[in-house]
């Protein structure tokens, strides 16, 4: 296990500690299963998918591989000493198809910094042997620390959405 250290509030935490999003820090772990750690100026991580992840035979759905590259790309601000980043734009290239039941890695980095936007590039590989799998290429924007008080506060001003889908499906 890689236990990678990152400063945090003056801190030295674990990767295991700091940024689980709203989610996952009410879990006390990330629920999509990928261990995160920075190595120097690179956000890094690990993760396995099960039959339940599949979309094709033997392949996860694209889906989870963008997820694990937002979840990824979003420690390359904390990386850097930045100030929080939310996700802009998230574009996904996939190169061979992602399998299941795999160690998959992926790491991402700072390609650019303009205002606010921070262009960030990763590759998610086989683990094993490190074939390439997936790039990524996003922008993520600097909020300030109110940012999801705001959030919370418009939420909290829309009428409520129903619970059940058309088709009858839902909570």
Same mark, same amino acid.
């Given at each position: 296990? /890689?236990?990678?250290?990152?400063r945090?509030?003056?801190?030295?935490?674990?990767?295991?500690? *700091? *940024?689980?999003?709203?989610?996952?820090?009410? @879990?006390? *772990?990330?629920r999509?299963?990928?261990?995160?750690?920075?190595?120097? +100026? =690179? !956000?890094?991580?690990?993760?396995?998918?099960?039959?339940?992840?599949?979309?094709?035979?033997?392949?996860?759905?694209?889906?989870?591989?963008?997820? &694990?590259?937002?979840?990824?790309?979003?420690?390359v601000p904390?990386?850097?000493?930045?100030p929080?980043? &939310?996700?802009? =734009?998230? #574009?996904? /290239?996939?190169?061979?198809?992602v399998?299941?039941?795999?160690?998959?890695? &992926?790491?991402? +980095?700072?390609?650019?910094r303009?205002?606010?936007? @921070?262009?960030?590039?990763?590759?998610?590989?086989?683990?094993? /042997?490190?074939?390439?799998?997936a =790039?990524? #290429? !996003?922008?993520? =924007?600097?909020?300030? #620390?109110?940012?999801?008080?705001? *959030?919370? !506060?418009?939420?909290?001003?829309?009428?409520?959405a129903?619970?059940?889908?058309?088709?009858? &499906?839902? +909570?």
């Amino acid at each position: 296990m /890689n236990m990678a250290t990152s400063r945090i509030e003056g801190s030295r935490t674990s990767w295991q500690e *700091h *940024h689980l999003c709203g989610s996952c820090q009410f @879990l006390g *772990h990330c629920r999509i299963g990928i261990r995160k750690w920075i190595e120097g +100026r =690179t !956000a890094c991580g690990e993760v396995s998918y099960g039959p339940e992840h599949m979309g094709g035979p033997g392949v996860i759905h694209g889906g989870w591989a963008a997820m &694990v590259f937002d979840e990824v790309c979003g420690l390359v601000p904390l990386a850097h000493d930045l100030p929080p980043a &939310v996700t802009r =734009t998230l #574009t996904v /290239n996939y190169v061979k198809p992602v399998p299941i039941e795999r160690l998959l890695s &992926v790491q991402a +980095r700072l390609v650019e910094r303009r205002g606010r936007d @921070l262009e960030i590039q990763g590759e998610l590989r086989l683990g094993h /042997n490190g074939t390439l799998l997936a =790039t990524a #290429t !996003a922008i993520f =924007t600097a909020v300030s #620390t109110d940012h999801f008080d705001k *959030h919370a !506060a418009w939420l909290a001003a829309q009428k409520e959405a129903p619970t059940q889908r058309s088709d009858g &499906v839902g +909570r």
